[in-house]
């Protein structure tokens, strides 16, 4: 950040009164010149020192001649500019000279006592310098106006030719809002004036601040602030466009003189937050007595933090200016100190000066509490004066980098902490800073095991030798090599990280070569950033030797358009797939990743519910071979391709161990269910959600390659086994299953609220057996499939206990006998030819047949029976069709008409609308090919036609057809 720029204008203008000189004139020594100083001539006042009134202090000069021409006048002696009775007087009147005309430089003295005739107590010291000087007389001399002090209350702020640079990035378009605030400490709080952008010029300190227009990059600003008490402040200015986000942000301290203006002009930063360097300067610095100073040091590791310095012990009748330079720079802190410690090195400078007006302050004087803040995360942190031993150190916080120190010395202080690392054959306290100073392909080698506090950045080309030592991190990378960087990771160490251990990205390069390394996940190469709503890829390469990688998640992640290569090395991955890719679709123009495998072993395990282990994850664009390496997965399998190319060579091994009962799960970020226990799976159902071309297999190994299937799909999440979508469905949650493959099977449930779709009863077949597939509290429902009996007039073939079924353009193939114990619901149904019934109405409480057909080849179609005692049940048969095939020849002993109803139950039976074909045969008993009941029916049993009832409990009203 460029640091705040605050001219203090005017500290002594200097007006040159020229008097013309003739040609004539050739003597230096002819028409020497006189001079006066006198004042004041403006009210624009320095900052940095307090000027008493001019006629309350004794003045003194030197000369000094800035040209050979001449040199009457010049003396280095302090010369009084008053005498009275041979002492120096009070006050600036008086005529000084002569002088040979010229250049000349005056330094002007004032002192607010006397001592053995010379002054005492500076309080005032500056240069006049007077080009051209001409000869005149002593009655006419050059006046030399000083500017001084003037009394008062008040005083007045202005911003003169001040401005700010600033671009759209920072804050967007449109001309920013600017807000002002002034600050001091009072016994009663804090005081503070607020220079707000919505009150007009008449209403005092509160005013607008003008912005001019933006040229070259800068917001010009200009305004006054009158009516501000004389003091001490500590000022905050900060812009916006939009007021939650701030464009700007600076402080400085600054000083209020009566009945005078304290101008602020230049630059006041450069860039919202663009800060760049650590070092600053600041003269606007005043203390008085005991009163603290706020210095606008602004470290580059820690932005918006300032320097502090606590007094004490201060006269409280003088006024001191106070000068503060920190260096956050290992290689600036090495060159200014040589530190004599076997384990610590200089990491920083702080140079600290205290002047009474001119001259330093001693040390027995006063003493000081400074807080800074210089790099985090260094340890055994000590403060030590220029030449002493004394540790000067308070405290050191390793996680924000605050560092307070006391000392009774102005003077030059160095900061040192353990050696961390070593590059160009120097130590430094932090591994940043070693890698910040290493010359291009120079090693960095740690010195001390590492614990970061945040990422460190590898944007050259660099060895980094671990030697053996643990670089640790909590949180975040703890390398990321980014643009230009190319970095080999060597020397055994290990690189531990609660996150992610190692990123490469923006075109970096990574070589590891005999390294351990855990974290949450191994490895990111390349990455896939979304800003926004466009999706922006980062390439990278990597190449990994005899390396030892033990991860939570994936050991390595390649991103789209990346490259691995893996030559060796042991790869654990506790809960997710070893080696694999990033799952998100690659749009068009974009290519997918290359992995290279030609060794090591990968040990696959998983613990999340719902998901199975896998060696390698292949599920975009690119392709992988693998020439080597052994694959060891506990519950799950070697490698899933779900789009791009799979090339398997010879010298691979898979070792897939069972220990979990699962049969199968979920791999990486894929909904798909896989099924566990195989080397090679090459999933081709779910490739369109993975656009890199449907997945192949280039199989040059004795490995089976299986194609994954699925039976079905809840959502976008598929299984290969509906057993395995029913068990997934929550109990008492309405859930729609596809079915997906042309066969499957359907197991017991429990309160499940499932809707069954199929493709079409031609394509989408539910196979049901004998052992009454239980479906206990189970509201059901099927749509668009068929139901087979796997025995196609076996008993007992159907559901049981479900609350509900309801079936929906369906088959339905084989005689069906349970059917829960609720409603039972058929619509638009086929009931296909099975040698017996289409179905008994065993179980269930009341049964719906609309719209429906049914056929038979021996004229028996549905059978009301149930065991004695069983509850009434109802039977409603709306727009249905009932065909025969049977031969007309054949005779049956029972007469069973279309509807069979047996005298073990009551029953409630209404026909509406039915259409008969074939030869169906007539009740003996009810003279209808509708419907047939047994002698014996029970009292209740009901049978209309139509809306008209023709048979109540066990005679019939009417026979009719």
Known sequence: ???????????????????????????????????????????????????????????????????????????????????????????????????????????????????????????????????????????????????????????????????????????????????IKVHKDSAEGKVVYVLRSDLTANEGVNVPLPIGEKEGGKFSIGQKYPGIDVDYYWCEISAWVVESSPILESQLGIRVYGSATTVVSGDIIEGAFSFVDFEAKSDLNVIKGTNSAIIGVTPSNTPGLATTVEFEGLSAEKQYSLNVVVKDSASAASDDFSVEDDDRVAVAAIDLQLKDAKSNVDASFTSAVVTTYISTGLENVGVFYNGETKDRIVSYDSNTGKLVFKTTHFSEYYVVANKVAEANGRYYGSLQDAIDAAEIGATVSLHKDVVLIETVDINKKLTINLNEKKLSINGGYALEIGENGDLMLCGNGSIVSSKDSLSVRDGGNLVVDGCKIEGRWGLIVGSRDKNNGEVHFSSA?????????????????????????????????????????????????????????????????????????????????????LNGGTFNIVDGVGVLVRSGKLIVNQDVSFNITEKDRRSCGKVGDANAYISKGSAIVVDDYNYIKYPGGKPSCENNSTYEVRTASYEARIGNVYYEKLNDAVDAVPENTPTTIQILANRVEFSDSTNKVITFKGKGAKETTLKLSSNQPGAHGCSLSFVDLE???????????????????????????????????????????????????????????????????????????????????????????????????????????????????????????????????????????????????????????????????????????????
């Open 1 to 179: 950040m460029k640091k705040l720029s605050c001219i203090l204008l005017a500290v002594m203008l200097i007006t040159a009164m020229f008097v013309s000189c003739t040609a004539e004139v050739i003597d230096p020594y002819d028409g020497l010149a006189y001079v006066t100083f006198g004042g004041p001539a403006s009210k624009d006042l320095s900052a940095s020192y307090e000027v008493q009134s001019y006629e309350s202090l004794y003045w003194f000069y030197t000369a000094e001649k800035a040209d050979k021409f001449g040199m009457t006048g010049a003396t280095s002696e302090e010369t009084a500019l008053a005498i009275k009775n041979n002492a120096p007087a009070k006050g600036l009147g008086g005529t000084i000279g002569p002088f040979s005309q010229g250049d000349w430089e005056f330094e002007l003295y004032a002192y607010s006592s006397l001592k053995n005739g010379k002054g005492d107590g500076l309080v005032y010291s500056g240069t006049t310098k007077v080009k051209g000087l001409t000869g005149n007389s002593s009655e006419k001399p050059t006046g030399i106006p000083v500017s001084v002090t003037p009394q008062g209350e008040k005083g007045t702020i202005e911003f003169r030719n001040a401005y700010f640079r600033w671009n759209e990035d920072n804050g967007g378009e449109g001309k920013p809002t600017i807000e």
């Open 787 to 961: 139901l087979k009996m796997l025995e196609i007039n076996a008993n007992y073939a159907g559901f049981g206990h479900a609350s509900s079924l309801d079936f929906t353009n369906c088959v339905i193939s084989g005689r069906g006998s349970l059917w829960g114990g609720g409603s039972v619901v058929f619509k638009d149904c086929v009931f296909n030819n099975t040698g017996d019934y289409n179905l008994w109405l065993y179980k269930g409480k009341s049964f719906v047949f609309e719209n429906c057909n049914f056929e038979s080849s021996v004229g028996k179609f549905i059978n009301a029976y149930k065991e004695n005692g069983q509850p009434a049940s109802t039977v409603t048969i709306t727009d249905c069709k009932f065909v025969s095939t049977k031969d007309s020849t054949e005779e049956s002993e029972n007469k069973y008409a279309v509807v069979y109803i047996k005298e073990t139950s009551v029953w409630d039976v209404s026909i509406n609308n039915m259409h008969i074909e074939g030869n169906v045969e007539t009740g003996a008993r009810s003279g209808s090919q509708c419907y047939e009941v047994k002698s014996g029916a029970q009292e209740g049993t009901v049978v209309s036609i139509d809306g008209n009832v023709v048979w109540k409990d066990d005679a019939p009203i009417e026979k009719t057809n």
């Open 541 to 625: 390469k990597a190449t990994i030797k005899n390396a030892t990688m033990t991860t939570q998640e994936a050991s390595i992640l390649v991103y789209d358009e990346s490259e691995l290569k893996i030559e060796d090395g042991v790869f654990t991955a506790k809960d997710n797939f070893v080696v694999g890719m990033d799952g998100n679709p690659i749009p068009d123009g974009h290519n997918g990743c290359s992995i290279i495998i030609n060794g090591g072993t990968f040990n696959g395990n998983i613990k999340t519910s719902g998901y199975i282990a896998c060696g390698l994850y292949v599920c975009n664009k690119g392709t992988v071979t």
